[in-house]
């Protein structure tokens, strides 16, 4: 398994089980949003940058992958408390592990966005968290984190 994938999967294992959340969680960008899996959150990797650190043969890289974490709210009365509840729960359950499980250097939050989507038959809040996970490879072993 890539690296970048056991970084998804751990920081989606984090956010798994918070208030409001429980076990709906989805590791992926694309998920149908019904009032059975809402509040939920979506786990998904999307850029990531590499250069190496050093030269030769086997070399070390240094990679920055931004992972995304989508939270979705039913838009109520009071979806901005809702929201801001939820975030506080995930960047609290994502800063008690910074190194994602020693796969990584560090995790940090880069960018918070929150959006109100008034399409459909329920009008959603979205809180969208960008990290960025630092974290290194061997060129030949992409598999296991340094």
């Known amino acids: 398994m890539h690296v970048r994938q056991a970084i998804r999967e751990r920081v989606a294992s984090n956010v798994t089980g918070l208030a409001d959340i429980g076990s709906n969680v989805f590791q992926s960008r694309i998920h149908t949003l019904s009032d059975s899996n809402l509040p939920c959150i979506l786990v998904y990797t999307q850029n990531e940058t590499s250069e190496p650190n050093q030269m030769g043969t086997n070399r070390v890289l240094d990679r920055t992958l931004s992972i995304n974490l989508e939270i ?10 809702k929201v801001d509840a939820i975030c506080v729960n995930v960047e609290e359950a994502i800063a008690g592990d910074i190194t994602v499980n020693s796969l990584a250097k ?10 109100f989507i008034g399409e459909g038959d329920q009008p959603l809040a979205q809180a969208s968290l960008t990290y960025d996970v630092m974290y290194q490879v061997r060129e030949s072993d992409l598999e296991t984190a340094l």
């Open 72 to 81: 979705y709210v039913k838009a109520t009365a009071d979806v901005d408390d």
């Open 106 to 115: 560090d995790i940090t939050l880069s960018t918070t966005s929150i959006n």
